[in-house]
């Protein structure tokens, strides 16, 4: 039987950079992917993704300052260019559910740079949005826009430069921990690791329900749509912001990037499905609430041009998961909650860690498998 340091389960953003922490390392280490790498049936594919500080909890605050140092790292190390900064803008409804005084506490707290602006104050930078009275809006000048697909690739190369052993088309089939490690069962056979990373994201209980370990999620077909402006230059990165709307309904978008589009999305759209029945169709009632929000906030966004879908698993109240089960100390899972790659240099550094050191040098207290799993 093949014997590694540490096997890992999963090739999207969170495995693919465990496995170039791993290998950075000097660790053996294999990654094993059950599709074709850069497979398009997660939640790791596509173009652009936000990258930001701005949270209304300190904890993630915290994280994403490591982050944005493990993403300079790894554009560095590699010579690509991953990460574009617009600057962005939070914009909260006073008699919504999230509360901007949340982010500024939370922002302070960790001493990032931010904005409070009035309606006046934002249509006065960006006449593009049309905001009504009741908003407040927290700037961050830090945030911007990751290239997803890119970094995914630029891990995996890399990996694979510091000796990782990457299969795709391998399906792990179940996990055998003994004392020793783990037993990873595959399509292609056996594998002997010494650690296993979960990262599985909605097809993570497929392997933790038979050892007693269920992370309950809730797993729904999500959906980005592109829309066409009359005027893309208005939209253009040097002038206009990464955007987040936190309401009953989220929404949250981007400047152009790479084309004279604007890309916009609602964040949980609740359009549950699994893994094994997801349609990949995009559903039309939530083009059509998309693109009457848009019309808005975001007047001249122009009609929709094209909609992709990806993956969510949610675990409870969105939180991060990191850390090694408690029943299976060998087996450590990486769950980002579908709100995750922004982080994703610095929680495949983390994850490299609990394998490789048994702790982080990040603070993973509130982010324990103990305190997600059902009881």
Not at 156 to 161: D, I, N, S, Y
Not at 175 to 193: K, M, W
Not at 315 to 325: C, E, M
Request: overall charge negative; aromatic content about 8%; some cysteine.
């Amino acid at each position: 039987m093949e014997s590694f340091e540490v096997a890992v389960v999963g090739m999207g953003a969170l495995g693919s950079a465990a496995t170039y922490h791993l290998a950075r390392r000097g660790a053996k280490v294999v990654a094993l992917e059950q599709y074709e790498l850069g497979h398009v049936r997660g939640a790791s594919h596509d173009t652009s993704r936000i990258v930001r500080t701005s949270y209304g909890s300190s904890a993630y605050v915290r994280l994403a300052q490591s982050a944005y140092k493990d993403w300079a790292d790894l554009e560095a190390e590699s010579g690509e260019r991953l990460l574009t900064i617009t600057g962005g803008v939070i914009l909260i409804p006073s008699d919504g559910p999230y509360s901007a005084s949340d982010f500024t506490t939370a922002l302070t707290e960790c001493d990032v740079p931010h904005e409070l602006l009035s309606p006046a104050e934002v249509q006065a930078r960006w006449p593009q949005f049309r905001v009504p009275e009741n908003v407040e809006t927290v700037y961050t000048a830090d945030t911007g826009i990751a290239h997803a697909a890119r970094t995914v690739a630029t891990l995996q190369m890399r990996a694979r430069v510091h000796g990782a052993d990457i299969r795709d088309r391998t399906a792990v089939e179940s996990l055998t921990p003994d004392g020793d490690g783990v037993i990873v069962h595959t399509s292609n056979g056996d594998i002997r690791a010494g650690k296993v990373i979960l990262a599985t994201d909605a097809w993570t209980n497929t392997l933790l329900d038979p050892l007693g370990a269920t992370i309950p999620l809730d797993i729904m077909q999500e959906q980005v749509s592109y829309f066409r402006p009359a005027e893309p230059e208005n939209y253009d990165r040097s002038v206009f912001p990464v955007w987040i709307w936190e309401d009953d309904q989220c929404y949250y978008g981007f400047p152009t990037y790479g084309e004279p589009t604007i890309k916009a999305a609602r964040d949980v759209s609740e359009n549950r499905m699994t893994p094994e029945n997801r349609s990949f169709v995009p559903s039309p009632e939530l083009i059509e609430q998309l693109t009457g929000f848009m019309h808005d906030v975001i007047p001249g966004s122009g009609p929709e041009l094209r909609t992709v879908t990806c993956q969510y698993a949610l675990t409870k109240d969105r939180r991060f998961v990191l850390s090694a089960l408690p029943q299976h100390p060998d087996i450590i899972v990486g769950l980002a909650a579908g709100h995750g790659f922004k982080f994703t240099p610095a929680l495949g550094r983390v994850l490299a860690e609990l394998a490789l050191d048994g702790e982080s040098t990040d603070d993973l207290s509130e982010f324990a498998a103990a305190d997600s799993m059902a009881v």
